[in-house]
């Protein structure tokens, strides 16, 4: 019975399914191609910085009126957005280990500012509901490729 399969393709899908443990890391590694990663910069940027929050979803911190004066698109009560020549939006990447990721960019501005915290770069629940989503839909594409099962 064991050799009934030997020579099919379904124990050839199954030889290949059983390695991948052996490519697990790698897997991982794989879907975090240039696109998938600047994508999840644009997350962070988009759902998080533009509404002023850290990881917690907490608000960062709200702009003065001195500010409102020096820069009138910056309103007095709303929250900062770390927009301001654009520098640490191009400067922000993303960082893949074998195990886990990091969001970086420059924060040399805002370092010394009594608002500043390192939980300012990750990604809120809602950030990590978006990476989930299209981390499995990758994940799958690759394991798909692996076991050259085309759907």
């Known amino acids: ?3 009934l399969f030997a020579k099919t393709d379904i ?3 199954l030889n290949k399914a059983k390695s991948l ?3 697990n890391q790698s897997l991982w590694v794989k879907c975090f191609d240039v696109e998938f990663r600047n994508k999840i910069v644009k997350w962070v940027q988009e759902y998080q910085f533009e509404k002023g929050l850290d990881i917690d979803g907490n608000i960062i911190g709200r702009y003065s009126k001195r500010t409102e004066q020096i820069n009138p698109d910056k309103i007095k009560g709303t ?6 020549s654009g520098d640490f939006y191009r400067s922000m990447f993303v960082s893949v280990f074998l195990d886990s990721i990091e969001i970086e960019g420059d924060v040399s501005k805002f370092e010394k500012s009594k608002w500043y915290d390192d939980r300012i770069l990750g990604m809120t ?3 990590l509901v978006l990476f989930k989503e299209e981390m499995k839909e ?5 394991v798909r490729e692996i076991l050259s099962i085309n759907r």
């Open 11 to 13: 124990n050839k899908v």
């Open 125 to 127: 629940e809602e950030t």
């Open 79 to 84: 929250p900062f957005t770390l927009y301001d």
């Open 1 to 3: 019975m064991k050799d």
């Open 138 to 142: 990758k994940y799958i594409k690759n």
């Open 21 to 23: 443990g052996g490519y």
